[in-house]
């Protein structure tokens, strides 16, 4: 079965710094990858996906992802962080082919400090 | 326009009583998912449906019972709800199960529900 892991609790970071929040996945076969944000009291939205093609990928709010399948790894990030960031980020995988289950990791809360 | 909804936002109920919440999406997708929330932010899956059919079924109690009168419904039936229900509950929806399109999840703003 598939599974991500989201090996940091909390990320910190200064505005105006870069931001990066890590994701390691399991799964057979190829893996559909995806990164969403929640922020507080609201539902979860969709902020990129890596399906095929090009292991950088771009996402809304100026979010990128790169997919590393030697690394089993698609770490989210962001050149320079603004306050509004600061949110809760989830890294998902699901398989190829089988059904549209995805698989969440537990979650990164991102704190950017003014 | 709201893409899933959710109803209602929040529900506060005393333990052994039956509750609902509705979810509706007007994507065109022809799946919808229900999901739990805990205090931790976890999220687990509950139940998915494809076009009115059950396809996932995760190990919940049999209290909590969905229902999907067409595909762009799914509404979720708590019964005797117990202390530990209380979280909040996320409809979302997908276009299609299979490797042949993307599936990624629309979520609606989430129902919290607390037992008391």
């Known amino acids: 079965a598939q599974s991500v892991a989201q090996p940091e609790d909390q990320v910190n970071v200064a505005e105006g710094n870069p931001l990066t929040v890590k994701c390691t996945y399991s799964v057979s076969g190829n893996p559909y990858l995806f990164w969403y944000v929640q922020y507080p009291n609201r539902g979860l939205q969709f902020l990129l996906k890596y399906i095929t093609g090009d292991n950088l990928v771009k996402g809304s709010y100026g979010f990128e992802a790169e997919f590393n399948k030697s690394q089993t790894s698609f770490h989210l990030k962001k050149p320079s962080a603004l306050v509004s960031d600061s949110a809760l980020y989830f890294c998902a995988v699901r398989a190829l082919y089988g059904n549209n289950r995805l698989a969440f990791g537990k979650g990164n809360q991102v704190v950017v400090i003014p | 326009d709201t893409a899933v909804s959710q109803t209602p936002k929040y529900l506060v109920t005393q333990m052994g009583n039956d509750k609902s919440i509705k979810c509706e999406q007007n994507?065109?997708?022809?799946?919808m998912y229900w999901y739990k929330q805990d205090s931790k932010k976890f999220l687990k899956i509950m139940f998915s449906y494809n076009n009115k059919e059950l396809i996932i079924n995760e190990t919940v109690p049999n209290r909590f019972s969905p229902k999907s009168p067409d595909k762009a419904h799914l509404n979720l039936h708590i019964n005797s709800l117990e202390l530990g229900d209380s979280a909040v509950y996320f409809c979302a929806s997908s276009l299609g199960t299979s490797g042949s399109v993307t599936g990624e999840l629309f979520f609606g703003e989430g129902s919290r529900l607390t037992v008391l």
């Open positions: 994507l065109g997708h022809d799946t």
